[in-house]
Each structure stands twice: as structure tokens, then as C-alpha cells.
């Protein structure tokens, strides 16, 4: 069932104030990185761990890969990686009680599942049948309050298993389908051996110009557009604006980082590497917070933020291979390393979003780790302000 005329009127009320702009009252910060050459800062504000596999409502908090704030409720939304194997694929909402002096609480307030359009859950991969999702970020609609989430799909391992195709779905506050976005073309996984790397699709998806243009990313270089990154070169990765409608605004290419070490010898698991999140700035729509997530056996992770730009940048969705053409990459810029930011630990950070405004006039940003349901990991809650 579509969202209701009240909080339509919510959304529209609250767009400009309290989504992705700082406060009336607080001071409005700068352009960040652009025209001055001044760099974007990051500082930590405070950090909080949710208790590993908490109880909730007759489900298992954990897997957390995504987080919003809604501007009709002032609570966030999360969603979890969990592909229906403990329970059915959902989403959380929470109150966070974060200020300028820390995070000081995290309080689960409701969870539902996603729906399929005939409103049945979504079935764990077990099942076999090509419905499954890999759910991996959400984003409340600037416009109607109503989530937009994004999934990853399944390229199997083997001939034989279904393919599940990446999709960006919508749905109502409580998981009701609503529609699903067209994808661009190169999106798609195939047989051969183009499209996104298995477990490298969707994982990025944000909203900018006022809801207007949804802006996605896939996690990893696409199969046609060269190797993934070792510890002597980065890659490129798609950026896609499409409108409301899905028709593809641009396209761009994103340099992924070089791995930061050398892997383990002795593990069986190599690097992991690629683009978890992306968050436009609310007022410049060619602008983004890039969030680049690494893991290497016998180092751990590296998370590190950057401000990156489509300005300038080769529009490649006519591009087959972005390996076969010189490009011009988007730019971009270190905001924080987070070895640097003094957190208790770096984990497996995978969403972030903006959060009100602060009196100081930096722009809150809070991210969110996910455990993979793991004993070792744990689900961090991390505050930042952004200057």
C-alpha cells in the first residue's frame, strides 16, 4: 500500500531542513573541498556498539549494511544483510540520541520485512527458485518518506543455480512493494563474462537534487572493465545518475583504491575491496561522500572516506569497456582515514548518511558497520562531523 497523504505532506514540510541540510538555527557551513581548495574534515564525535545478535522482535539485529534518516519520523532506518536464512530480509528502525558530545543511545523501535509484489517474503537462496535478494542499502525517499533499497543479486559460483539479477526496489514503511527502478544495461549480470563480479553489484545507492536524481554505484569493477585492485593498482568502478523514471542522466567511473597490504599467504579468503556507500551532498548534486571498504587477511580493514566529483569526469554508459579507453575518472579527495579517527576499532563499515545539523555548523554524518552475524565483528554506530 503507497505511503499516506500525511506523511507525503511530511516529507514535502521537511525536505529542505531536515534530511541532508544542518539545522535552521546552526550556523551553514561552506562548500567543502570545492573552488577554495580547501580540503572536507572529518572528526569523530563518539561511537557505540549495539550488543552482538540483540533480540528484537522475534528477529536477530545484525548485518547492518545500510542506515537513513527519515525526515518525517527523525528515526533511522536500517537494513540488514541477512538474506533470509535467519529470518526474512527486513529492515530496522531506531532512535538515535547523538549529539556535538557523542552517541548516547540506540533504540530498535520496529522492524518489518520486504515484500514481493504478490506479498509474500523473500525466500532464503536455499530455495532455489531466483527470488532471493542480497539486501544491502536503504534510502528513505526525500519526497514521500516511502525506502528505497538496494540489492545485490547472485551470480553463481557454478553453472546450474538461478542468476538473480541487482535491482533498486521501493517499498513503504512497512516493506509493502511498491516498484523497482530500471537499471542501466551494463548493470545486468550475464553469463559471460560481463556485468558485476559475483558479490560486487548494487551496494551504493543515494538521493540528490531534492530527490530528483538517484545515484547508485556498484561495489567492484565490472568483469569487462578490468581486474580488480592488488597492491600495485586501484580500478574503476561505475557511477550511474538516473532520474526518478530510470533513464541514465551519466555515467561515471570512480578510482578504487590499491589494496593497503599483502594478503595472508595461508588464508583461504584473498582481499576484499570496493565502494559499500555513497551520499550526495544536499547542495551540489554533482558532489558525494564515497565510503571504500577493504579487508585484508592478517591486516583487517581500512575504511576511508573521500569527497568525490562528477564534475570534469568522462561520461562512459556508451563505454563496453572501460579497460579499452582512456577515461577521465571522477576526483576525489581523503576526508578520513579511520585508523586516524581514534575509534576503539576499525570494522566492516558499510552505510552512512547525514544526520541534523550541529551548532558548530558541521554537517553530522553517522555510519553504521556490519557484523555479518559474525562473534568476532561487531555492529558500530559511528558519529562524525563534517566540516
Same mark, same amino acid.
Given at each position: 500500500?503507497?505511503?499516506?497523504?500525511?506523511?507525503?505532506?511530511?516529507?514535502?514540510?521537511?525536505?529542505?531542513?531536515?534530511?541532508?541540510?544542518?539545522?535552521?538555527?546552526?550556523?551553514?557551513?561552506?562548500?567543502?573541498?570545492?573552488?577554495?581548495?580547501?580540503?572536507?574534515?572529518?572528526?569523530?564525535?563518539?561511537?557505540?556498539?549495539?550488543?552482538?545478535?540483540?533480540?528484537?522482535?522475534?528477529?536477530?539485529?545484525?548485518?547492518?549494511?545500510?542506515?537513513?534518516?527519515?525526515?518525517?519520523?527523525?528515526?533511522?532506518?536500517?537494513?540488514?544483510?541477512?538474506?533470509?536464512?535467519?529470518?526474512?530480509?527486513?529492515?530496522?528502525?531506531?532512535?538515535?540520541?547523538?549529539?556535538?558530545?557523542?552517541?548516547?543511545?540506540?533504540?530498535?523501535?520496529?522492524?518489518?520485512?520486504?515484500?514481493?509484489?504478490?506479498?509474500?517474503?523473500?525466500?532464503?537462496?536455499?530455495?532455489?527458485?531466483?527470488?532471493?535478494?542480497?539486501?544491502?542499502?536503504?534510502?528513505?525517499?526525500?519526497?514521500?518518506?516511502?525506502?528505497?533499497?538496494?540489492?545485490?543479486?547472485?551470480?553463481?559460483?557454478?553453472?546450474?543455480?538461478?542468476?538473480?539479477?541487482?535491482?533498486?526496489?521501493?517499498?513503504?514503511?512497512?516493506?509493502?512493494?511498491?516498484?523497482?527502478?530500471?537499471?542501466?544495461?551494463?548493470?545486468?549480470?550475464?553469463?559471460?563474462? +560481463? =556485468?558485476?563480479?559475483?558479490? /560486487? #553489484?548494487? @551496494?551504493? $545507492?543515494?538521493?540528490? !537534487?531534492?530527490?530528483?536524481?538517484?545515484?547508485?554505484?556498484?561495489?567492484?569493477?565490472?568483469?569487462?572493465?578490468?581486474?580488480?585492485?592488488?597492491?600495485?593498482?586501484?580500478?574503476?568502478?561505475?557511477?550511474?545518475?538516473?532520474?526518478?523514471?530510470?533513464?541514465?542522466?551519466?555515467?561515471?567511473?570512480?578510482?578504487?583504491?590499491?589494496?593497503?597490504?599483502?594478503?595472508?599467504?595461508?588464508?583461504?579468503?584473498?582481499?576484499?575491496?570496493?565502494?559499500?556507500?555513497?551520499?550526495?551532498?544536499?547542495?551540489?548534486?554533482?558532489?558525494?561522500?564515497?565510503?571504500?571498504?577493504?579487508?585484508?587477511?592478517?591486516?583487517?580493514?581500512?575504511?576511508?572516506?573521500?569527497?568525490?566529483?562528477? +564534475? =570534469?569526469?568522462?561520461?562512459? /554508459? #556508451?563505454? @563496453?569497456? $572501460?579497460?579499452?579507453? !582512456?577515461?577521465?575518472?571522477?576526483?576525489?579527495?581523503?576526508?578520513?582515514?579511520?585508523?586516524?579517527?581514534?575509534?576503539?576499532?576499525?570494522?566492516?563499515?558499510?552505510?552512512?548518511?547525514?544526520?541534523?545539523?550541529?551548532?558548530?555548523?558541521?554537517?553530522?554524518?553517522?555510519?553504521?558497520?556490519?557484523?555479518?552475524?559474525?562473534?568476532?565483528?561487531?555492529?558500530?554506530?559511528?558519529?562524525?562531523?563534517?566540516?
Amino acid at each position: 500500500m503507497s505511503s499516506s497523504l500525511t506523511r507525503r505532506a511530511c516529507a514535502l514540510t521537511l525536505l529542505l531542513t531536515a534530511v541532508l541540510s544542518p539545522a535552521v538555527s546552526a550556523a551553514q557551513p561552506g562548500d567543502p573541498g570545492e573552488g577554495s581548495g580547501r580540503a572536507v574534515q572529518a572528526r569523530l564525535l563518539g561511537e557505540r556498539t549495539v550488543p552482538h545478535r540483540l533480540a528484537f522482535q522475534n528477529t536477530t539485529v545484525g548485518g547492518l549494511s545500510g542506515i537513513d534518516r527519515n525526515p518525517c519520523t527523525g528515526e533511522y532506518v536500517f537494513i540488514s544483510d541477512d538474506r533470509s536464512y535467519l529470518q526474512p530480509a527486513r529492515f530496522y528502525t531506531a532512535r538515535l540520541d547523538v549529539d556535538a558530545d557523542g552517541v548516547h543511545a540506540v533504540d530498535f523501535t520496529g522492524t518489518h520485512p520486504f515484500f514481493q509484489p504478490d506479498g509474500s517474503v523473500y525466500p532464503a537462496p536455499t530455495a532455489g527458485d531466483g527470488k532471493a535478494v542480497d539486501p544491502e542499502e536503504i534510502r528513505v525517499d526525500p519526497r514521500s518518506c516511502d525506502y528505497w533499497w538496494g540489492q545485490e543479486g547472485d551470480r553463481p559460483k557454478t553453472a546450474g543455480p538461478p542468476v538473480i539479477q541487482p535491482s533498486i526496489q521501493y517499498a513503504s514503511p512497512t516493506g509493502d512493494h511498491l516498484g523497482q527502478l530500471k537499471l542501466p544495461a551494463n548493470y545486468e549480470i550475464t553469463t559471460e563474462e +560481463r =556485468g558485476p563480479r559475483r558479490n /560486487q #553489484a548494487i @551496494e551504493a $545507492l543515494t538521493f540528490g !537534487s531534492k530527490g530528483k536524481v538517484v545515484t547508485s554505484a556498484v561495489e567492484g569493477p565490472l568483469l569487462q572493465d578490468g581486474p580488480e585492485p592488488d597492491t600495485k593498482n586501484g580500478a574503476l568502478v561505475r557511477v550511474t545518475q538516473q532520474n526518478r523514471a530510470g533513464k541514465v542522466l551519466g555515467q561515471f567511473a570512480y578510482p578504487l583504491e590499491k589494496i593497503f597490504a599483502e594478503n595472508d599467504p595461508d588464508s583461504p579468503w584473498g582481499p576484499d575491496t570496493g565502494v559499500p556507500s555513497l551520499l550526495a551532498f544536499p547542495d551540489q548534486p554533482h558532489r558525494y561522500l564515497v565510503l571504500e571498504r577493504t579487508w585484508v587477511a592478517g591486516a583487517g580493514y581500512k575504511i576511508r572516506l573521500f569527497d568525490a566529483t562528477t +564534475r =570534469g569526469a568522462t561520461d562512459v /554508459q #556508451a563505454m @563496453e569497456s $572501460l579497460a579499452e579507453q !582512456s577515461v577521465t575518472p571522477m576526483r576525489k579527495r581523503l576526508v578520513a582515514d579511520f585508523d586516524t579517527l581514534g575509534l576503539s576499532a576499525v570494522d566492516n563499515t558499510e552505510g552512512m548518511t547525514w544526520g541534523p545539523g550541529l551548532p558548530s555548523g558541521e554537517r553530522l554524518l553517522i555510519l553504521v558497520s556490519d557484523d555479518n552475524f559474525a562473534q568476532e565483528a561487531i555492529t558500530q554506530i559511528v558519529a562524525l562531523g563534517i566540516r
